[in-house]
């Protein structure tokens, strides 16, 4: 089973950008969509972007679509989160994960069997 290690986050302007990275080892990277989720105190786990096993599809929330982008190295191992125009409502520990899932693009959180520790991302007005 795959592990998962996250990297990145921190503290920004509203305005301002971030990078996550989430690093794998453990198993076949590329047999695993990996997507990205946050979540805020005291609220639920929220989808924010799924990219596939090849890279060739990506899939985004509503509310970071055309801000963030997910991108992956194949080669690297390494799936990362671009933030870009982040607002105090991108505020959460961002959780970066891992599915086996191929016939769709996995956007919830039971699709995906491993999770990486968090990171925290925070964003000031």
């Known amino acids: 089973q795959v592990q998962l290690v996250q990297s990145g986050g921190g503290s920004v302007q509203a305005g301002g950008s971030l990078r996550l990275s989430c690093a794998a080892s453990g198993g076949t990277f590329d047999d695993y969509a990996i997507g990205w989720f946050r979540q805020a105190a005291g609220k639920g786990r929220q989808f924010v972007a799924t990219?596939?096993?090849?890279?060739?599809?990506?899939h985004y929330a509503d509310s970071v679509k055309g801000r963030f982008i997910i991108s992956r190295d194949n080669a690297k191992n390494t799936v990362w989160l671009q933030m870009r125009d982040l607002q105090p409502q991108d505020t959460a520990v961002y959780y970066c994960a891992a599915s086996v899932l191929q016939s769709t693009v996995p956007t919830v959180g039971a699709d995906f069997r491993s999770w990486g520790p968090g990171t925290q991302v925070i964003v000031s007005s």
């Open positions: 990219i596939t096993q090849s890279g060739g599809s990506q």
